[in-house]
Structure formats: C-alpha cells, structure tokens
C-alpha cells in the first residue's frame, strides 16, 4: 500500500508537469453475468444488470456503514481498456468526430478508472449486491464512496 | 504506462479475492491559491476557489473537445492521504459514530482517488480553468471524463 512508487522529474525542475506513478490496490472484484466487453452496455443505466461486489476481508471494516438503499460511486479498474489511446469517436460511433479521450466516457485512455453510480440492493460482511452496473465479470474494483446529497445532508 | 505491476494469488487459486496491483500515472497538476489541506473546504461546493489543471504535453491530444462550459469529472491522487485508514467519523465530527471510509468522502481510505465535478472555465491546449475545485496546489491529475447527461445526450 506504499504511496510514490516512482518519481523522475520534479515540476520545478525539469519543465515537465508531473511524471509520478501511483500504485492502486485491488480491493475486490466484480461478480457479473456480463462476461464479455461486447455483451456490457456503455452506461450502468442503459440494461446493465446487477452484479456483486466482492472485497479483500482486509477492508470489510471501511464497508461499515453501507446498507441497502445506499448509494455509492464504485471506482473500477478498467483492466481490459487500451492505455495508449488518446483520441477515439464517442461511442465508436463513425459519423462523430474523433474527440479526445477526456472529453469523452470511454474505457481506453492514460489512467483506465471506471466510474459507476450504483445503488446497494444488499449489504453482508464482504460483499455488497448492486443494481445496475455494466463492468464485466472480474473486473477489479479500487475504490467506494457515498454519492454526495446536498450540503445539508453530509 | 503499463498496466499490472505485481500480482501474487489469484482469486481462483487461493481465497483471496484480489491482490493486485497497478500503476496510476499522473498526467498533469493542480494550480491553486488553497496550499495546505487546513484552508481547503471539504467539498467543491462549500466555498472552493477558481484553480488551473495543468497537464503533461503527453496527454494534450486526449482534451480536445473539453472547453468553456464543459462540466467535467475530474480525478485527482490525493498524495497527502492516509492510505491505512479505514474508520473514520464523517466530516472530523467528533459527535458522529465511526464508519466505514467508503461509506464517506474522507480522503484517507486505502486509494486516495479524489472526485470532483468541475466547470470549465476557459481552455488553452495544456490548461484547463475550472471553478470551485477544494483540491490543494500541487494534488496530482490522474483523469478527466465528461460528465454524463441524460441518455439522449450521449
């Protein structure tokens, strides 16, 4: 779990903005009927079906707290997606232009995060059931947050 | 900017669910009045200041489509977190009970990834103005993704 894993040119010194590399933990693991990329829908609310959150016992203490009816941002390991792409059409749609990566929602691009706003239908120790999520079936889940509501309820 | 560092058990072969490891890169930098974690707000809509997200020539390619106006979900690597927390009480409120780090928006949690939904302000080839990011100076840019409108819209 340690921080810098490398670190090369400082921004003060060498003209490059940031050339650190972080090392992200698998903390547990999507259980999906989808199998495959083709099979996945492109968003969580277009047909994407439950699926299972299954996580390392060394972070059941950080699930405290989430039950059904929860809603949690679920940040994902994209590890099928292509690092090196940086410009693509949105929805590999052919008669739209090619846009750059950031400006859209696919896998491929430089850090390959997926981000899914899922609702908690059942909590147990290690294993939260969602509704709703078009990762496929291994994906490796890094990180959960509740969804914010409104100031006044944080 | 390669994807699996290190990987020891498999999930099939030895009951742990998931002990991977990746590589984040940082592809650009926050630019900020706000310099130390005591000054910043806890959410972007809490008060925070314009800020400038700098990014590596690298990745310049991967903005085209992002500017004024755009609303956009940025990604960040808290380096100051502290990645071994796993309870904590929202908001440092020492009246609320422990709970879980998922369960909350602590920056402390086993992978610091912040969230932020940000509007562009204005937009130059490596530079992006946003509005209302709690982000220090100097917090690493792992990710940029459009914000999701409605299905339509996509």
Avoid: C
């Avoid at 693509?88 to 950031?102: A, E, H, L, Y």
Wanted: proline share 8%.
């Amino acid at each position: 779990m340690a921080g810098l894993v490398s670190a090369s040119i400082d921004s003060e010194l060498g003209g490059e903005v940031s050339v650190e590399t972080y090392d992200v933990r698998g903390i547990g693991v999507v259980r999906s009927p989808l199998r495959d990329l083709e099979a996945a829908p492109r968003q969580g609310d277009e047909g994407a079906p439950e699926a299972e959150l299954v996580f390392d016992e060394e972070v059941g203490p950080a699930l405290q707290g989430i039950g059904a009816g929860s809603v949690v941002v679920l940040l994902t390991w994209l590890h099928r997606a292509n690092r090196n792409t940086l410009e693509t059409r949105p929805r590999n749609d052919p008669t739209r232009p090619m846009t750059g990566v950031f400006a859209t929602r696919s896998p491929d691009r430089p850090n390959p995060i997926g981000l899914h706003t899922v609702t908690v239908l059942d909590a147990s120790p290690l294993t939260l059931r969602v509704a709703g999520l078009e990762a496929i079936d291994g994906t490796p889940v890094i990180d959960v947050k509740i969804a914010l509501g409104s100031p006044e309820t944080r």
